[in-house]
């Protein structure tokens, strides 16, 4: 069982910052396929950005340039750098694991961007 726990969301102005932490437990993590998802009011849960377990990242074209995804093996984290941002970036937003079969949520943590 993997715990993910993610940190950093809040209340932001159009054009703001944030910069979202989830830590893992387990002593495995450089082995996860790492990603955040976001799921706004009444939409469907949508993959944000994903990094493998050897570093190659993908972006859903809506936050290319402006979210970064990084990961931290060594802390067994995983970050979203967000800039620039959008009211329509107003979502929770969850982190995600998967390694072989076996895939886990975190709580989500919620994001919201005011104009």
């Known amino acids: 069982q993997v715990q993910l726990v993610e940190t950093g969301g809040g209340l932001v102005q159009v054009g703001g910052s944030l910069r979202l932490s989830c830590a893992a437990s387990?002593?495995?993590?450089?082995?996860?396929?790492m990603a955040w998802y976001r799921q706004a009011p009444g939409e469907q849960r949508e993959l944000v950005a994903e990094i493998t377990a050897g570093g190659s990242m993908n972006y859903v074209d809506s936050v290319k340039g402006r979210f970064t995804i990084s990961r931290d093996n060594s802390n067994s984290a995983v970050y979203l750098q967000m800039n620039t941002l959008k009211p329509e970036d107003t979502a929770v937003y969850y982190c995600?694991?998967?390694?072989?079969?076996?895939?886990?949520w975190g709580q989500g943590t919620q994001v919201t961007v005011s104009s």
């Open positions: 387990g002593s495995t993590f450089s082995l996860y396929h």
């Open positions: 995600r694991s998967r390694w072989g079969p076996w895939s886990y």
